[in-house]
């Protein structure tokens, strides 16, 4: 029942996030009707953020305690921030095209966000491809500690490097009522989106070590 209830909570977030973005919000005069792309963008992005936060800690957990709770957790959070990176790398070239007039540009903030990416999906092959099933969550552990390191440089990517060597706007952009309380539903919306997921992949993650720990004992048993 609890669980039904979020469920619709979710949906209604997501759905005042749709009415806010194409019914309420103002048509950006510069960009025009593609900028409404940044409500989905940012929040894909600070979402996926948040999921390989989870991984780090969860890892860090795990090689602390060696329970199976917070190897699920990383690596759910793990598949769910690769989810809304690759929302973030489809998003943010088909912003780009009208504005910037080029799908890709390696510059700073583009090139350290698919560098994360990419790190990530190596630790997700990692653990369903790279190692034994007993030495998987350990060796995924010590990966998502390090994964992590990346993910401060994407945010502050357009600080570290110079200002021509940039595309992304720097941060702290003044926006308007309607725009910045548009963006902050959309940032609620998504997190509860994320934790929802997080919390069926989860549920799923149990169900799965389960059944391999039958397998397993009904294999000795032969």
Same mark, same amino acid.
């Given at each position: ?19 806010? *973005? ?25 979402? !996926?953020?948040? %999921?390989?936060?989870?991984?780090? $800690?969860?890892?860090? @957990? ?24 690759? $929302? ?35 630790? #997700? ?6 190692? @034994?099933?007993?030495?998987?969550? /350990? ?6 500690? #390090? ?14 490097? =110079? !200002? ?15 725009? /910045?309380?548009?963006?902050? *539903?959309?940032? =609620?919306?998504?997190? #509860?989106? #994320?934790? /929802? ?8 993650? /149990?169900?799965?070590? %389960?059944? !391999? ?10």
């Amino acid at each position: 029942m609890r669980s039904s209830l979020y469920s619709y909570i979710v949906f209604a977030a997501m759905l005042g996030a749709l009415a806010a *973005i194409f019914l309420w919000v103002p048509t950006e005069k510069e960009m025009g009707v593609v900028q409404r792309i940044f409500y989905f963008h940012v929040p894909s992005a600070i979402s !996926a953020f948040l %999921a390989f936060f989870l991984v780090f $800690i969860a890892s860090i @957990q795990y090689l602390r305690t060696r329970e199976e709770k917070w190897d699920r957790l990383a690596l759910s959070a793990a598949e769910l921030g690769v989810m809304f990176g690759l $929302i973030v790398l489809i998003s943010g070239p088909l912003w780009a095209k009208p504005v910037w007039g080029v799908y890709w540009r390696w510059e700073p903030r583009l090139t350290t966000m698919l560098i994360t990416f990419t790190i990530y999906v190596a630790y #997700l092959m990692v653990r369903d491809y790279g190692a @034994q099933a007993n030495q998987a969550p /350990r060796l995924g552990a010590v990966l998502g500690i #390090l994964a992590f390191v990346n993910v401060p440089l994407v945010e502050y990517s357009v600080e570290m490097w =110079a !200002a021509d060597q940039q595309l992304h706007p720097q941060r702290n952009i003044e926006l308007g009522p309607e725009m /910045r309380y548009t963006k902050y *539903i959309c940032y =609620a919306s998504f997190f #509860l989106l #994320l934790f /929802r997921l997080l919390a069926q992949r989860m549920e799923l993650a /149990r169900m799965e070590n %389960a059944v !391999a720990r039958l397998r397993q004992k009904l294999s000795d048993e032969v």
